[in-house]
Nanobody, 121 residues
């Protein structure tokens, strides 16, 4: 069983930056694919970024602005978010699976509780 705890959300003005963190415990971190998803009010949860075995994948909407990274020693994955836009406002979730490079919500077995990111215009 893998437990995930996110932190780092908050309120920021458009153009600003935030860094989200997700600490994982209970699993074999080096084997996990770690992903970030987000869900805005009234919308479905959507893929943002993932990292597995030094490979990264980004949603088109965040490519060039967001960077996913991880520290295996700290069993932590990060999401650095730059040039934030009001449309980035959402609850951001950390997710994990052992299945591989996947962007579908349904392929992730483990989820954190989410952290709110609000970008004001």
């Amino acid at each position: 069983q893998v437990q995930l705890v996110e932190s780092g959300g908050g309120l920021v003005q458009a153009g600003g930056s935030l860094r989200l963190s997700c600490v994982a415990s209970g699993g074999v971190f080096s084997r996990l694919a770690m992903g970030w998803f987000r869900q805005a009010p009234g919308k479905e949860r959507e893929f943002v970024a993932l990292w597995r075995r030094a490979k990264t994948v980004y949603a088109t909407s965040v490519k060039g602005r967001f960077t996913i990274s991880r520290n295996n020693a700290k069993t932590t994955v990060y999401l650095q978010m730059n040039s934030l836009k009001p449309e980035d406002t959402a609850i951001y979730y950390c997710a994990a699976n052992y299945a591989g490079l996947a962007t579908d919500v349904g392929t992730y077995e483990y989820w954190g509780q989410g952290t709110q990111v609000t970008v004001s215009s």
